[in-house]
């Protein structure tokens, strides 16, 4: 059994182990074959050579972040933990933003880098794959980017409100309350990129704006980023209706799962169709991803193959 020894340039070990040893448990749980005691701002781990490797190279971005920002959170250390390796390979390893707290947001994967690389090019992007890959989180990096560089005025975020079978009817509260859970996955990343009181100030005065896909409908959306979330629930007429609310100096992006699609087997998703028939039009971008591009904990990534094979099967 071999050991390392790694050893953090600070005065408080709270800063680097986290509070109860917060980011000493996330860093067990990522190596579980591994044997790790925390000492002072020394850190120490016994096992087999190979995740000692892994264990190591980790470590040593962890450092690297600290060094340059006093400072690390949760959030971080899982970040830098799941990283599969693969943004390494990609080309324009810049980062996207530095987000609340600190946290470094950057694409993990090739794909991802795709993503950022492909937004660049072209005013509409599609980014198709399955859950877990960082596609929503990519583009709202991208928007919240594109506004803090005042490259657009505001950032529009929807979605189609069609969730598994269930009804806004029969959900209790007023239409936003009724509504906010189905949009919830972009507030939990948009509050990663952004202080939350700032995140408020910014909803109130409408410079971040979230809502139903049904809710576009007649709008000019110009000098905005904008993100269609979950498009496979896009019927063929509201896709059709949102790509036509492009105005000038707009940035769109939508995301989608095709393996994930709620409507009735009636309606034709509009996600579908339009990748079909635009793929191939100069402007639009087109980024698929795969159970490579994962970031989620690892089981998802199993998930996803096993259901995989029982399709095919």
Do not use: C
Request: hydrophobic share 40%; aromatic share 6%; glycine share 8%.
């Amino acid at each position: 059994m071999q050991e390392v020894s790694i050893q953090f340039e600070s005065a408080n070990p709270v800063e680097i182990f986290g509070v109860n040893n917060a980011h000493i448990n996330i860093i067990k749980n990522y190596f579980p074959k591994l044997k790790i005691v925390a000492r002072g701002t020394t850190i120490k781990a016994q096992g087999p050579a190979k995740e000692l490797s892994v264990f190591n190279e980790k470590m040593g971005l962890l450092q690297s972040v600290h060094a340059q920002k006093n400072f690390l959170s949760e959030g971080v250390v899982e970040q830098i933990l799941m990283d599969n390796g693969a943004a390494e390979q990609a080309t324009g390893k810049e980062v996207l933003l530095h987000g609340a707290g600190g946290m470094i947001i950057k694409a993990k994967t090739v794909n991802q880098q795709k993503i950022v690389e492909s937004s660049f090019k072209n005013d509409l992007v599609f980014a198709i794959g399955p859950a877990g890959t960082g596609k929503t989180y990519t583009a709202v990096a991208l928007a919240v980017r594109a506004l803090k560089n005042k490259e657009v005025r505001r950032i529009i975020l929807t979605r189609p409100a069609v969730e598994a079978g269930e009804h806004l009817g029969f959900l209790p509260g007023d239409l936003k309350e009724k509504l906010d859970p189905y949009l919830q996955p972009l507030y939990d990343a948009l509050r990663d990129m952004i202080p939350s009181d700032r995140l408020d100030d910014f909803i109130e005065k409408g410079v971040i704006q979230i809502a139903p896909l049904a809710f576009m409908r007649g709008r000019t959306l110009d000098q905005a980023f904008v993100i269609l979330d979950e498009a496979q629930n896009a019927t063929k007429s509201q896709m059709k209706m949102f790509l036509t609310r492009m105005g000038s100096s707009a940035k769109f992006i939508i995301t989608g799962d095709r393996s994930q699609i709620d409507l009735p087997k009636s309606h034709m998703s509009g996600l579908v169709q339009a990748v079909r028939i635009l793929s191939d039009v100069k402007g639009v971008g087109v980024v698929k991803l795969d159970e490579r591009d994962v970031i989620r904990h690892p089981l998802v990534k199993r998930i996803i193959d096993a259901y995989d094979v029982d399709n095919e099967e």
